[in-house]
């Protein structure tokens, strides 16, 4: 059972930057899809992010967040640049495990994701 622990998250004002992340333990994250996802108070749980062989993005945060992994640390980030108010939410972590080899796209429904973080508050203020 893989546990992840999302940290980073904070305030800041519009146009400012946070790097989230998301330590694993109990097992290596390298063959396994991961994704970041938010949910805003009284919205839906929404995909941002997912990193397999490439890395993808919802259309809302594409070319303002970046995704990446350090194999090395077991740690997965989420660099936000650019932040708006409306990327104000819990942010999470989740690990799916689809295959014995990691796929080069990974799912962005959160149905495919069965291990989850705790979660992050990121506020982003006008």
């Known amino acids: 059972q893989v546990q992840l622990v999302e940290s980073g998250g904070g305030s800041v004002q519009a146009g400012g930057s946070l790097r989230l992340s998301c330590a694993a333990s109990?097992?290596?994250?390298?063959?396994?899809?991961l994704g970041w996802f938010r949910q805003a108070p009284g919205k839906e749980r929404e995909w941002v992010a997912s990193?397999?062989?490439?890395?993808d993005y919802s259309t809302s945060v594409k070319d303002r967040f970046a995704v990446s992994r350090d194999n090395a640390k077991n740690t997965l980030y989420l660099q936000m640049n650019s932040l708006k108010p409306e990327d104000t939410a819990m942010y999470y972590c989740?690990?799916?495990?689809?295959?014995?080899?990691?796929?080069?796209?990974?799912?962005?429904?959160?149905?495919?994701?069965?291990?989850w973080g705790q979660g992050t508050q990121v506020t982003v203020s006008s």
């Open positions: 989740a690990q799916a495990d689809l295959s014995s080899i990691l796929p080069a796209f990974c799912p962005a429904n959160w149905v495919a994701y069965k291990n």
């Open positions: 990193s397999g062989r490439y890395a």
């Open positions: 109990g097992s290596t994250l390298t063959s396994y899809c």
